[in-house]
């Protein structure tokens, strides 16, 4: 596709049930990237895929949170059992190769409820 | 572990100031640092700098990098209140640690 797309572009869940938000990155892009932004907050890193590379998981904030890339295109982040807390807008990112300019989704808005 | 530090944090100038916003870093082996602007939710991209001392330029923005320094400037000249956003800096290792690592950001408020 043309840029980089993210469903929904809003969520609103109960507080306990668990959401998954999709990214579809730029076609052809091998590196992918999730990150988190709570309001007036910074871009918190989650996970990175590179190609077929274990991907970088450090950044995710507990094990109710879990990505995965299917064929090394589209990727799922799941969060299961949601809080609170999580509410924020969740950014995804993909770039032809690691470390050049990425491009970014326009985020899911993500409230729990 | 890496680190991104932009300042200000927060700037408020009149339309037609000069503004340079400032980013430094820490990381084992450098790449490349990046800088977006953010409006609303998606960042855009500005800049990539892989090399010190090659202005890069683009209207009313440049951008400089000093690898011995560790930092980087962001200038824009004669703002606009369209300049009024979120500014962010990232960097990228050629190794290890591939991500993106985000500064905080500078949040510039432009006054007609």
Redesign the interface.
């Given at each position: 596709g043309a840029g980089v797309s993210q469903s929904p572009s809003n969520k609103v869940t109960e507080k306990g049930k668990d959401v998954e938000l999709r990214c579809d990155p730029i076609s052809g892009h091998t590196a992918l990237y999730w990150y988190r932004q709570s309001l007036g907050q910074g871009l918190e890193f989650l996970i990175y895929f590179q190609g077929n590379s274990a991907p970088d998981k450090s950044g995710l904030p507990s094990d109710r949170f879990s990505a995965e890339r299917t064929g090394g295109s589209v990727s799922t982040l799941t969060i299961q059992r949601t809080q609170q807390e999580d509410s924020a807008v969740y950014l995804c990112a993909s770039s032809l190769v690691t470390g050049f300019e990425a491009f970014f989704g326009q985020g899911t808005r993500l409230t729990v409820v | 572990e890496d680190k991104v530090v932009q300042s200000p944090l927060s700037l408020v100038v009149h339309e037609g100031d000069t503004v340079t916003l400032n980013c430094s870093y820490e990381v084992t082996n450098f790449?490349?640092l990046?800088w977006?602007k953010q409006e609303k939710?998606?960042?855009?991209?500005l800049f990539?700098l892989t090399s010190s001392g090659i202005e890069k330029k683009s209207g009313r923005l440049s951008s400089i990098l000093d690898k011995k320094e560790l930092f980087s400037i962001l200038n824009i000249t004669a703002t606009q209140t369209g300049d009024s956003a979120v500014y962010?800096c990232?960097v990228?290792?050629?190794q290890g640690?591939?991500?993106?690592?985000?500064?905080?950001?500078t949040r510039l408020t432009i006054n007609p």
């Open positions: - | 790449r490349s990046l977006y939710k998606a960042p855009t991209f990539m962010l990232a990228a290792e050629i640690a591939q991500k993106l690592v985000f500064g905080q950001g």
